[in-house]
Structure formats: structure tokens, C-alpha cells
């Protein structure tokens, strides 16, 4: 997602002495000097996340999750950004945090009212702190919403669950704070079997679609039917490789390839346990690498495992229908 703010911030060179008065002021609020993570040190931070999130372990992931809304933004599409926050929001509920948790969902909310995960979170917080007329009041307001994924469909049973909670609590039928639902109820990976519909984002005159790889990174493809394979610059797959994205297991081996020019040239293949498009998660999905100065494309191994794929030029995005 863009943000009218922008992620990355703009560093203009500046006179000696204002430079110094920056540094001062850099070092009396910190803020000011918030600088942005590489792709490694985001990938590297997204594997820590996963691994806290495994472990239940609730102060470190709350920690990692803040760290990457804070250091990670400009690798987040709008998706990704919710769905961190409805991670911190979940991990700060389950840890009894849920003053704070009700201001993360309350962001989260802010950039999409429709995300149902960050609707559970703000009502679970509201009925935490004894706010049980406004978290039901959410919840009664969010019923009336219609899921678009399944991934939202099974976030409004949670919250028709939520509901006869509350109104429990409000005939005093059951103690006024009820057990909340458990941090390892909510599955992680949402997946719509329906076809999708990813907008596309223009960049340098080209457009390109987010994918995330491994439920790590987020990186921004060219859709090439003329790719055999998905290919990845041999840069990032050093990065990806060295954070441990992917693995040795994963390398295949190598294939030559005939280039336009006729040209031969070998490359190592791999494969990427999981590529995620829109609300679509394919599994072991072929890839190969490409010299540093070739470009992030999503090919082949990745379009033939859909029924069907096309361009809607007017919405500008790109449509994907199951097998």
C-alpha cells in the first residue's frame, strides 16, 4: 500500500552546522533518526517473527512485530501492513496488554474498517478492559459487513462466537470476563480458493504485483508468460539464501537456457516453498537465478498452476482463476 507520507525518507545534504544541530536533535528524540531495514535485515526479521509466533513466545514477538512496522515499512504492501498489526494487536490481548492492543487494531482499522481479524482484536481488547456495550457494539456493526475471502468468512464465525460471549456477559449468564480465545486459534495463512483480484502497481513505466516468498518478503514481480520458470536476481537469492528463506534443501541444481540472442547460459534452479499472490499460496513452485541485473519474474511455474490468468486493463489488475 502507499501511504500519502511515504515509507522512505528523504536525506538531502545540508550545511556543517545544520548537519550538527540534526545530530543533536537526533540524539534528544530518537525518532527523528528512524532509519529503514535492507531486504536481508527484513527477511532475516520475518523469520524471527514466524519462529516467535511458533513458540507463542508473546514479549518476543510483540517486540519483532514492532520492529517490523518500524523499520520494514517500505516492503509492505497494505495487506502485509494489517496483517502485522493484527499480530501485535492478538500477541498484546493474549499478553493482557489490551490498552495497547486496542490502539493497534484501532490503527489497523483505520486502514481497512473491513479487515475482520482487527475487528475481533479491538472487541476482544474492549472486552477485556470491561467495555463490553462498545466491544459489542463493534462486533454487531461488523456482522453486517459480507466476507469477500474465506479467510474473512471464518474471522465472522469468530466474531458471531465473540457475540453470544458478550451477550452472556450482558444477562450475567457467564463471569464478566470470559477466557479469551486462545493466541494459537488463528491460523496465520490466509488462503481465498475463489479467483483473485490483484491490483498492480506501475514502477519505472512497468507494472508489477507483489509477491511474498516463503511467508517472508514481499517483493514486487513482472508477470512474463514468457518465463519457463519464476526467476529471482542472483543478489536477492544471495540475501534470501543467507537469511535462511531459502535453504540448501531447496536448491534443485542446474539448467541451461537459450536466451533470445541464441546465447546459452546455465543457472541454478531452486525451489520456493511457497509464493503468495493476493489472497493465492502456491507450493513448490520452480525458480531459477538470473544475473544481478535481471529482474524479479513471475513466470511460467508459477501462471500454469491456475486454469486461467488474464489482465483486466481497466482496474488495472491482475485476475486469477483456480484450477
Not at 494489517?82 to 482499522?109: I, K, M
Not at 486461467?308 to 489488475?317: A, V
Request: one cysteine or more.
Amino acid at each position: 500500500m502507499t501511504f500519502d507520507g511515504g515509507w522512505v525518507m528523504n536525506v538531502h545534504k545540508t550545511p556543517f552546522a545544520c548537519t550538527l544541530l540534526i545530530l543533536i536533535a537526533c540524539g534528544l528524540f530518537p525518532k527523528a533518526a528512524t532509519a529503514q531495514y535492507s531486504i536481508s535485515q527484513c527477511v532475516s526479521l520475518a523469520e524471527q517473527t514466524k519462529e516467535a509466533q511458533k513458540a507463542h513466545a508473546l514479549k518476543t514477538l510483540i517486540h519483532l512485530a514492532r520492529q517490523h512496522l518500524t523499520y520494514c515499512k517500505q516492503f509492505m504492501e497494505r495487506d502485509d501492513y494489517t496483517t502485522y498489526l493484527d499480530t501485535l494487536a492478538l500477541a498484546l490481548n493474549s499478553d493482557n496488554q489490551h490498552g495497547e492492543a486496542l490502539g493497534v487494531a484501532s490503527r489497523c482499522l483505520e486502514v481497512n474498517a473491513a479487515d475482520f481479524a482487527c475487528i475481533f482484536d479491538k472487541a476482544d481488547a474492549l472486552r477485556s478492559l470491561g467495555r463490553v456495550s462498545e466491544a459489542m457494539s463493534v462486533v454487531e456493526r461488523s456482522l453486517s459487513l459480507p466476507p469477500i475471502t474465506e479467510f474473512d468468512a471464518r474471522d465472522k464465525e469468530i466474531l458471531r462466537n465473540l457475540k453470544v460471549q458478550l451477550s452472556a456477559v450482558t444477562r450475567r449468564d457467564l463471569p464478566s470476563s470470559p477466557p479469551p480465545m486462545r493466541f494459537d486459534d488463528l491460523p496465520s495463512t490466509r488462503i481465498d480458493p475463489s479467483r483473485a483480484e490483484v491490483p498492480l502497481k506501475k514502477d519505472s513505466g512497468t507494472f508489477v504485483v507483489p509477491v511474498q516468498i516463503n511467508g517472508a518478503i514481499t517483493l514486487n514481480f513482472t508477470v512474463d508468460s514468457g518465463a519457463a520458470d519464476v526467476t529471482v536476481p542472483s543478489d536477492v537469492f544471495s540475501t534470501l539464501t543467507r537469511t535462511g528463506t531459502i535453504s540448501d534443501a531447496d536448491v534443485i541444481g542446474e539448467q541451461t537456457y537459450v536466451l533470445a540472442n541464441g546465447s546459452k547460459e546455465k543457472s541454478v534452479t531452486f525451489t520456493i516453498r511457497s509464493l503468495r499472490v493476493g489472497d493465492k499460496v502456491v507450493e513448490n513452485v520452480r525458480a531459477s537465478v538470473v544475473p544481478a541485473q535481471g529482474g524479479l519474474l513471475l513466470g511460467q511455474s508459477f501462471l500454469e498452476r491456475f486454469k486461467s490468468w488474464s489482465f483486466d486493463n481497466t482496474k488495472q489488475q491482475l485476475v486469477l482463476e483456480p484450477q
